[in-house]
């Protein structure tokens, strides 16, 4: 035979520990941010460095920004590490055209740092120092003594 349930009986309704509140339910407290002390840290950022380097011919095989060649402004670790997911300083970038940047067998993203400079023979220091005291006279914009260093974003 089936049993039916049936609801417990109370004897008294339930007790609450404090009790309601007659109106509106409360507002929800938001949390409130507290402002940084200091500036956020992170590589500097130039872009009128940026486009000037866009300006120039390729490192490697000098060819110069026109109709199909696009020169990009490849940023290196020449200057120092860089944090994790943390792309390097805008002075420490050169200008490749996208074979030698990232497309070709022999590109800086397919063989890295050292294996580039073995393979073009270039020394990325000494060309990135050229770089930024090109820049430094041609604008009379300091890079930022070409330095890893770290400035708010």
Not at 60 to 67: A, D, F, L, P, Y
Not at 124 to 141: D, E, F, K, V, W
Request: net charge positive.
């Amino acid at each position: 035979m089936l049993s039916r349930r049936m609801p417990l009986r109370r004897s008294a309704p339930p007790r609450r520990s404090a009790p309601l509140k007659r109106g509106l339910p409360p507002q929800r407290k938001v949390p409130v941010r507290k402002k940084r002390f200091q500036t956020r840290r992170g590589p500097e950022r130039c872009a009128a460095y940026l486009a000037w380097i866009r300006t120039l011919g390729c490192a490697i095989c000098s060819r110069s920004q026109g109709g199909v060649i696009v020169i990009e402004a490849a940023h290196t670790n020449a200057l120092g590490s860089r944090g994790m997911s943390q792309k390097s300083s805008d002075f420490s970038a050169i200008p490749l055209c996208a074979d030698h940047h990232r497309v070709n067998p022999d590109s800086y993203h397919r063989l890295g740092e050292k294996g580039f400079e073995h393979a073009h023979r270039i020394h990325l220091n000494h060309l990135i120092a050229r770089l930024n005291s090109a820049y430094t006279t041609r604008t009379g914009n300091h890079p930022q003594s070409a330095q890893p260093t770290y400035g708010s974003i």
